[in-house]
């Protein structure tokens, strides 16, 4: 691994609980995986994965407080659940604390809580790599979502986003707009690859 990337790892250690840090390499490692698959740049999706959770373990209300400075917006629903900020602020700490100046990366660490429409390769790859990473507990069709993932971007999208509606719903947590409308979006897209 290049230095660049060893020096941030010792950062992000620092900053996250062992568990955490633990769930951030899987990320790291599977979103260069999935890098290879695809055919994107492998040393940017190691970087996203490295750092998408940068933001993870500061407090509640630091999280918010830290949000506003910063002159990120904040919804009622991210008012309600302060851990959904983690993924924004996390792009905003990666510019700041980690000298991230590649829009696509900080895009990826930006959606992947919540995804949105027209996400990026690198950031579909960041998205999915959170859910499928080795140490993830497993989710329902966990075998055949791993599958999906090295076969289909947008399947899989569809997939992990309808499947987080339902368990937000069924848990009665407050869905965050953005959820529904990534979910509209790559139900979509899927639809259109169909037609063709
Ligand atoms: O940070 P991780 O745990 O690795 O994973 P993540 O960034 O995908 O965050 C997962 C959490 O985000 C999980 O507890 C569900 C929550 N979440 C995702 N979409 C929504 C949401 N929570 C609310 N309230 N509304 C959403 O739309
Ligand atoms: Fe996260
Ligand atoms: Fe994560």
Do not use: W
């Not at 955490?20 to 994965?49: P, S």
């Not at 008012?79 to 000298?99: C, F, I, S």
């Not at 979006?185 to 690859?193: A, D, L, N, P, R």
């Amino acid at each position: 691994m290049n230095e660049r990337i060893s020096k941030m790892r010792r950062k992000v250690k620092k900053e996250l609980d062992r568990n955490r840090y633990e769930h951030t390499l899987g990320v790291m490692y599977t979103a260069g995986a999935l890098a290879m698959r695809y055919e994107e740049d492998i040393e940017k999706a190691l970087i996203a994965g490295l750092l998408h959770d940068c933001a993870k373990c500061i407090p509640p209300d630091k999280k918010i407080k830290l949000c506003e400075k910063s002159g990120i917006r904040i919804s009622e629903v991210e008012r309600q659940n302060p851990g959904l900020l983690h993924a924004k602020l996390g792009a905003v700490l990666a510019k700041k604390e980690y000298d991230i100046h590649d829009m696509d990366i900080r895009n990826a660490i930006a959606s992947h809580t919540t995804g949105r429409p027209g996400m990026s390769d690198l950031e579909k790859i960041i998205y999915i790599a959170d859910y499928i990473e080795p140490g993830r507990a497993e989710l329902p069709n966990m075998k055949m979502i791993r599958k999906l993932a090295f076969t289909d971007l947008d399947k899989c999208m569809y997939r992990l986003v309808k499947d987080s509606l339902i368990y937000l719903e069924s848990k009665d947590i407050p869905i965050d707009r953005m959820t529904e409308k990534t979910c509209r979006y790559y139900e979509m897209m899927i639809k259109k690859k169909e037609v063709r």
